[in-house]
């Protein structure tokens, strides 16, 4: 299954067969086919759930095309609010962002009085800010 690496550079260790693996370095931005759990365990994006924002430049006389991931801004600032919060780091504002992709599901499950899947000091956390 074909994916891309969204975050930093990884080193990836691929099954080659009974007792061998092999190393292999996925930079931003590459795409990379790989078996889907693999892909999935590192955070890798499947290759059409990717937003791509290609730009064309010139190195001396040569024209490349540049492909750069479009990060949404909504994203962006929901997970800046979550790290305001005390005591919710960059892990933990991932985490939540993973069950509850917006801010607005977040809220919603707050006033419906949903049980939320984190340790009981965030959930205080989240429900004193989002009430």
Same mark, same amino acid.
Not at 21 to 34: A, N
Not at 111 to 128: N, V
């Given at each position: 299954?074909?994916?891309?690496?969204?975050?930093?550079?990884?080193?990836?260790?691929?099954?080659?067969?009974?007792?061998?693996?092999?190393?292999?370095?996925?930079?931003?931005?590459?795409?990379?086919?790989?078996?889907?759990?693999?892909?999935?365990?590192?955070?890798?994006?499947?290759?059409?759930?990717?937003?791509?924002?290609?730009?064309?430049?010139?190195?001396? &006389?040569?024209?490349?095309?540049?492909?750069?991931? *479009?990060?949404?801004?909504?994203? /962006? #600032?929901?997970? +800046? %609010? !979550?790290?305001?919060?005390?005591?919710?780091?960059?892990?933990?504002?991932?985490?939540?962002?993973?069950?509850?992709?917006?801010?607005? &599901?977040?809220?919603?499950?707050?006033?419906?009085? *949903?049980?939320?899947?984190?340790? /009981? #000091?965030?959930? +205080? %956390? !989240?429900?004193?800010?989002?009430?």
């Amino acid at each position: 299954m074909k994916f891309i690496n969204e975050g930093k550079d990884v080193q990836v260790r691929i099954p080659e067969g009974p007792n061998r693996y092999r190393w292999s370095s996925i930079r931003t931005g590459k795409e990379v086919d790989l078996p889907e759990s693999i892909g999935l365990v590192y955070g890798f994006k499947k290759v059409g759930d990717v937003k791509l924002k290609v730009t064309e430049g010139k190195i001396g &006389k040569t024209i490349v095309e540049t492909k750069q991931i *479009d990060i949404d801004k909504n994203t /962006d #600032d929901y997970s +800046k %609010k !979550l790290n305001d919060i005390g005591g919710i780091g960059k892990k933990t504002a991932k985490d939540i962002i993973k069950v509850f992709p917006t801010e607005e &599901k977040l809220k919603e499950a707050i006033e419906h009085d *949903d049980e939320l899947p984190f340790r /009981d #000091d965030i959930e +205080k %956390k !989240l429900r004193e800010e989002y009430e």
